[in-house]
């Protein structure tokens, strides 16, 4: 079967630093996604790794370790938009097709 | 260039009686997903759609719930006799390929289903 874990809340400070952890034990796997998902709406994509290493983009940083099972996102200089659910979702083979799992997501609170 | 479309975004229902909810993928995109999430969890998948074609339907109750792709117009999600426990937010997300590609799903809106 497919698990992926991640906390389910963490609060950080407004222009602090935070990282949120994923790990996933998944048969096969084929990337990993990170979405960002506000109260009430959609999720929007983020990043996605499938290498092993670092992606940038902007404020946002995403890291992939396959022999680990581990990822993270690292969200820079903190704004209080940034207060929304952080979604990790792994794609793997399932069933003749790449299916993808999602983690139940982490909420995030930025306070002042 | 529109997203993924839903409709409509808010459906209220009485128990017994039958929900339908639209999802129009984005332009481009053939593959349709739909997933149900619950207020504190995350995303679950129903099921997954190809044009015409029912590819991955492990996730949907065997009952009352039924999903189609017709060559044309948009998918559906039928729930039949709704109960108390279909409250939920429904959304459909789409892609323009299933196989090996860095393309994300892209999500709409999505519907929250009440039923009263």
């Known amino acids: 079967g497919q698990n992926i874990d991640q906390p389910t809340e963490m609060t950080a400070t407004e222009g602090a630093i935070v990282q949120i952890n994923c790990t996933y034990q998944?048969?096969?796997?084929?990337?990993l996604f990170w979405y960002q998902q506000h109260a009430g709406e959609a999720p929007t994509f983020l990043s996605y790794?499938?290498?092993?290493g670092l992606e940038e983009k902007g404020r946002f940083s995403s890291f992939l370790s396959r022999s680990k099972g581990y990822s993270y996102l690292l969200l820079k200089e903190l704004q209080m938009k940034d207060s929304a659910s952080y979604l990790c979702?792994?794609?793997?083979?399932?069933?003749?097709?790449?299916?993808?799992?999602f983690g139940i997501g982490t909420k995030l609170q930025v306070i002042p | 260039n529109a997203g993924v479309m839903q409709n409509p975004r808010h459906l209220v229902r009485r128990r017994g009686q039958e929900a339908r909810l639209r999802c129009s993928p984005m332009k481009g995109h053939s593959h349709v997903y739909w997933y149900r999430q619950l207020p504190e969890e995350g995303l679950k998948f129903m099921v997954y759609?190809?044009?015409?074609?029912?590819?991955?339907e492990s996730g949907m109750p065997k009952e009352r719930f039924s999903a189609e792709f017709p060559k044309e117009g948009p998918s559906i999600l039928r729930i039949q006799q709704v109960v108390r426990g279909d409250s939920a937010a429904y959304f459909c997300?789409?892609?323009?390929?299933?196989?090996?590609?860095?393309?994300?799903?892209?999500f709409g809106d999505g519907t929250r289903l009440s039923i009263l």
């Open positions: 997300a789409s892609s323009p390929a299933n196989e090996y590609s860095n393309q994300p799903q892209h």
């Open positions: 979702a792994v794609r793997s083979p399932s069933g003749g097709y790449q299916k993808v799992t």
């Open positions: 998944t048969s096969g796997f084929n990337g």
């Open positions: 790794n499938v290498l092993d």
């Open positions: 759609l190809q044009k015409e074609n029912i590819i991955d």
